[in-house]
């Protein structure tokens, strides 16, 4: 355990405090067990260290911070270390990787049931199943999604332009007053491509030579020792499961045929289903269903897209098309807060079946809306909003 300290006081006095993520302020502390999800390379151990370096940095006796795949737990089990700690005077134990230990849920329950004066924060994979695990936490634990950095978050991280995030009713009821403020701030298009190239990883931010690399490794890893192990995908299947993922990247956004996809990546009707799933839950991919109650909706997605605009420019073998990078933006960035669905009847998305958005550039008109109430155009290219047609850059100011 002595080993663990040590190793907690020197990532914590490495840890930076001067940006930080909204999560911070969305997060109920107070809760006694706390889950933080999210894909890889998002930040989900930097928030937790300055989460403890804001609040533990003078009382190192009350909080530790370790990660699951640590080589002390080749040794010991995390009801030992909780043991000890609590008999040490600890309060809150920080775990990072919970699902590189295997029993992580189990434990976790017992801890908590068996603990009650101590306060428990894990971290996870986006795959993460609270529900399905081994020891159901659904009930117990509040968990919070993680999702990489919004537009608003990258100009506040990469440029020092400090705007307040708004919700989608202020985005489209109030976008002159929005743009009218950004625009005496910044110039939003400025920065937009940079931001569609490189600012959804934080990591980014560690220099760009290798910034690709950085994201095919973290693709790699999840399809190579994530998807089997948390999802039980057959080891001799990895290759095909890369070729999809191919597939996907070069021809997004996918409008889904699952007979022409089993026969491009060699795999059953029934292996290609799952593996869209899998692949949309480790946040790889995301698949939208359209806004038609149909049984249908159970058994396919309408639409596939690439999670976010930087896996699409590193993992395509073609030149991005500009009307999928705007597509694939809008969704990523909706979806985080939104239930967003594809509109079988005129415009692109059906948002909290509530609005109707249709995406494009600069010069797209509203034939595709016209009629519809509460119907809006998210345009490319213009730094201000006119009547119903509303900035893209803006929608990027949601978290």
């Known amino acids: ?43 989900k ?11 533990y940095a003078n009382d190192s006796q009350s909080a530790l911070y370790t990660s699951l795949d640590s ?13 000890q700690f609590y008999l040490k005077g600890g309060k809150c134990l920080f775990l990072d990787e919970v699902h590189k230990y295997p029993s992580w849920s189990k434990e976790i329950k017992n801890i908590y049931d068996e603990f009650p004066e101590l306060k428990i924060v894990f971290t996870g994979s986006s795959l993460l199943q609270l529900l399905n695990a081994e020891a159901d936490l659904s009930r117990r634990c509040i968990s919070y999604n993680m999702q ?3 537009y608003r978050e990258y100009l506040k991280l990469f440029h020092q332009i400090h705007i307040r ?66 999802c ?34 060699e795999l059953s009707r029934t292996t290609i289903l799952a593996y869209l799933q899998y692949l ?21 997605p309408d639409k596939i897209y690439m999670e976010n605009t930087n896996l699409l420019y590193a993992l395509t073998f073609k030149d991005v098309n500009k009307g999928t990078l705007r597509e694939v933006f809008m969704v990523n960035q909706l979806t985080y807060l939104h239930r967003v669905e594809y509109c079988t009847r005129s415009a692109d998305y ?24 509460k119907a809006f155009i998210a345009a490319d290219d213009i730094e201000y909003s006119a009547g119903n047609k509303i900035p893209l850059w803006a929608f990027g100011f949601l978290y």
């Open 148 to 150: 990489g950095l919004s």
């Open 45 to 55: 151990t930097t928030l937790m260290l300055q989460y403890l370096k804001l609040h």
């Open 165 to 230: 995030p708004y919700t989608l009713e202020e985005i489209l009821e109030s976008s002159d007053g929005i743009c009218n403020e950004v625009n005496s701030q910044c110039r939003p298009l400025a920065h937009f491509e940079d931001y569609l190239k490189h600012g959804y990883y934080p990591f980014y931010l560690e220099g760009n030579a290798e910034y690709y690399t950085r994201i095919e490794n973290i693709t790699n890893l999840i399809l190579e020792i994530e998807l089997p192990q948390q």
């Open 71 to 83: 080589l002390y737990f080749t040794q010991h089990t995390l009801s030992e270390l909780a043991e």
């Open 280 to 300: 949309d839950r480790a946040k790889l991919i995301h698949l939208l269903y359209s806004d038609n109650d149909s049984i249908k909706k159970l058994q396919k």
């Open 1 to 43: 355990m002595d080993t663990l300290i040590r190793r907690y006081k020197r990532l914590l006095t490495a840890t930076s405090t001067t940006y930080i993520r909204s999560l911070m302020d969305t997060i109920n502390w107070d809760n006694r067990l706390i889950a933080i999800r999210g894909a890889r390379g998002v930040g």
């Open 350 to 373: 059906t948002i909290d079946s509530k609005y109707t958005i249709e995406v494009g550039g600069k010069s797209k008109d509203g034939k595709q809306i016209a009629g519809s109430k």
């Open 232 to 265: 039980g995908v057959d080891i001799s299947n990895v290759r095909k499961l890369k070729s999809l993922l191919g597939i996907l990247s070069s021809e997004v956004p996918f409008m889904v045929d699952i007979t022409k996809l089993s026969a491009l990546a």
